[in-house]
């Protein structure tokens, strides 16, 4: 008697980088690990990477906490006899890290907790929208990428509103290509096919809405979905009530905040330098110099694409997914706002690496089509791509590990003050602009009152001169800190210079100086500045 085997189930399908699981088995691997090596430093101070913009966000978390969650109001350390409050953008991660700070206290981990949480959401919805626009093979290979490439490594763990900007930049793109009609890898967008229901359109408008206001520059985000819209209607799209009512609900929140951020906080408070003196915006300046575009190819190579990412991406630029009709330049529109964006805010770009992580979104469908064409699968093709796949995760591994390095003078001179001072007595911070006096915790002056502003508008006590620091003593100010790390970047010897010619040194450790402000500097002449380096150890890569 034959047994029948029609009705047994179909195996689910191997995975493409390890035949021997599932897919679904392949994708949850891939999406732990990255978590898991997101732990890295889990507990660490902020002063790794960009510490001082993780030390603006944290003393903000912790104001929200002591002093209210007002929303609206974000407020630093800045000033210890102004008020506090900063032109900056929405402060959602912050926000909730202080409510977790009900729960748990204060703590580094419970910050680096939220952006790994956003981090995680992305790559979930990641996945999602490039199987959804590309395929299974093109959507594995994304999400590989954007799991393990070096920025999205640190910074998904650095508290900041980078993580948040990029979760909701994915979510709106993948529930507005839900909305328009797009459910099943290989379907073609036309004008018959179905949209969804309110809940996907709500969904896709919120988080546009959400991207915008936790980073402005998240708005370039619109473009691509203007795309997707013009590929579904065409010129019908400029006479449908949907899309106007979408385009008011996305930016409307950011434009009332950013409105107030400027005209009731940076006209009388605090500013990171939205504005034109910030020096963030465009200038045929930063396309004159060749260390602007070698600058730029060095962090392409080390921190963002890796040297595998580099060749893979041109290599999907010009390749059509195999499983996809339409739209098929939906990816190319998205890569071209991100350069209009680099473009536009080409002094922040510069300045700051983290700048570039829009391009990580656009790039990880690029490199997944080339990843997927260059090797695909079979037997063939398993050593070739898992020798590939070994060297990415190296050179990822390489790239990343400088992100980690700590910038320990911090704590180590807010340990030496603490023990100079158990008091708290006031301290100014210097050179102008080192926003630490999160770990110091107490009162005190970081020399933020100028930066992003004209000269002309600020007082002359206000701006970085000896006088910002005499100024001071009258309204409390016992102690100074200068670091004097030149790898920190910011040096001020003439500040330094005056500090040791005035005021007596109190103690010197390695990368920092603490002086006395109450009391003379000693006849004799002061000894040279520390220049021992800190020991190996301190400076490895925790």
């Not at 013009?230 to 949907?242: D, E, H, I, M, P």
């Amino acid at each position: 008697m034959t047994q029948d085997n029609s009705a047994r189930p179909s195996p689910p399908p191997s995975g493409y980088l390890c035949h021997w699981l599932t897919r679904r088995q392949e994708v949850f691997l891939l999406i732990l690990l990255a978590v898991l090596v997101r732990m890295v430093a889990f507990n660490q101070p902020y002063t790794s990477e960009h510490w001082i913009k993780q030390l603006q966000v944290a003393p903000i978390a912790k104001n929200f906490y002591l002093h209210g969650y007002k929303l609206w109001w974000p407020e630093v350390d800045y000033s210890a006899d102004r008020p506090n409050f900063i032109e900056i953008e929405f402060q959602l991660v912050a926000f909730l890290a202080a409510l977790l700070y009900k729960l748990f206290g204060i703590h580094a981990w419970v910050g680096r907790l939220v952006t790994i949480g956003f981090s995680l959401g992305t790559m979930l919805l990641l996945y999602r929208l490039l199987r959804l626009h590309l395929g299974d093979r093109p959507a594995l290979y994304g999400l590989l990428f954007f799991a393990f490439a070096p920025s999205s490594w640190f910074y998904a763990q650095a508290f900041m509103s980078e993580p948040a900007m990029l979760f909701f930049s994915v979510a709106a793109v993948y529930y507005f290509s839900r909305w328009l009609g797009l459910r099943e890898p290989g379907q073609e967008l036309t004008p018959a096919a179905r949209g969804g229901g309110p809940w996907l359109f709500l969904a896709a408008a919120a988080s546009t809405a959400l991207a915008a206001l936790v980073k402005l520059p998240a708005v370039i985000i619109l473009l691509p979905l203007f795309y997707l819209a013009w590929v579904k209607w065409g010129w019908r799209v400029f006479s449908r009530g949907a899309a106007w009512l979408f385009l008011v609900i996305a930016l409307a929140p950011a434009a009332l905040y950013y409105h107030h951020a400027q005209v009731d906080i940076g006209r009388y408070f605090f500013t990171v330098g939205v504005g034109r003196e910030g020096g963030m915006w465009f200038s045929p300046h930063d396309f004159l110099h060749p260390q602007a575009y070698s600058l730029m190819v060095m962090r392409l190579l080390r921190d963002h694409l890796t040297a595998v990412g580099v060749v893979l991406l041109p290599l999907g630029l010009f390749l059509r997914p195999a499983s996809r009709r339409a739209p098929g330049y939906f990816f190319h529109v998205w890569l071209g706002a991100v350069l209009l964006y680099f473009v536009v805010v080409s002094g922040g770009n510069l300045r700051q690496t983290y700048y570039q992580l829009p391009l990580l979104l656009p790039a990880a469908a690029f490199l997944g089509l080339g990843w997927d064409r260059l090797l695909g699968t079979g037997a063939a093709n398993r050593w070739s791509n898992a020798a590939l796949v070994a060297i990415f995760l190296v050179l990822c591994a390489w790239g990343v590990q400088p992100f980690f390095k700590q910038y320990r003078p911090i704590t180590r001179a807010a340990a030496a003050l603490k023990q100079l001072d158990p008091s708290r007595q006031p301290v100014i911070i210097l050179p102008p602009g080192y926003g630490c006096l999160y770990y110091f915790d107490r009162p005190g002056w970081v020399g933020r009152e100028s930066m992003g502003r004209a000269e002309s508008k600020v007082a002359p006590s206000d701006r970085p001169t000896p006088l910002y620091i005499t100024s001071r003593i009258p309204r409390g100010a016992h102690w100074a800190v200068y670091f004097t790390d030149a790898g920190a970047g910011g040096a001020r010897p003439d500040l330094e210079a005056f500090l040791r010619a005035t005021y007596r040194l109190a103690q010197t450790g390695a990368g920092f100086e603490i002086l006395d402000l109450t009391r003379p500097a000693d006849p004799s002449p002061p000894p040279p500045p520390n220049t021992i380096a800190a020991p190996e150890e301190d400076q490895a890569t925790p």
